[in-house]
């Protein structure tokens, strides 16, 4: 039932658009080509909405309220979109049409999450207003992100083109305005305090509780996953 209300939606806001606009970026040929792409975003994005709505109770278990049109929930919705799109083989500038959908949403619902991170399955962005995933950004699945968080590089320009935008364990929920910053590891079933800005590495189950420049743990931080 969640797949097929996505499917719509995605078809009512980008089949006609791409077929008039981005049919050729994409590598499309036929209306049935842009369809299969729609749909199996939707086919993810299914799995976010369903742990939405069993997450968050101020949604009532509601799907229309976590698909109006600026809600946090249709940034992860276009994402989902767009990162099939940067990630697709053959001809057409696809990666053109990817990052105008990922603008779009930034546009809509003020969260920038470049199509070119890695998102696991499950996710939940929530308010997620200024939220900014970076583009080699890797998150597990499970995680639930805030507002205001920034999963960024250190360096403000001239950054190297590798990898340098944290690496998310699994189940980890990262607190408002928390900020991960540089090539980190965020252990699974780590809790990023609100504010907390982080540039070291975080083990599994570790809990950050200060905004400061290194974090505090409520145990003795293990080594670094291989």
Known sequence: MLETLLQDRLHRAFCGKLESEVLVDIGAQTRKDTCRVLDRA???????LAAYLNRDPALLGEAGFALVPNSPFMATLYYRL????????GAGDHR???YAISQRARADTGADIHPGARIGRRFILDHGTNTVIGATTSIGDDCYVLNGVVLGARGISGNADSKRHP????RVQIGSFARILGDVYVGDDAFIGPHSCVQSDVPAGGKTRS????????????????
């Open 96 to 98: 053109n049409a990817a």
């Open 42 to 48: 939707a086919a993810m994005a299914a799995e976010d």
């Open 82 to 89: 767009a990162h099939i799109l940067w990630n697709m083989d």
């Open 167 to 170: 690496t998310i364990g699994n």
């Open 211 to 226: 905004a400061t420049s290194s974090c505090r743990f409520d145990f003795e931080p293990s080594k670094r996953a291989s």
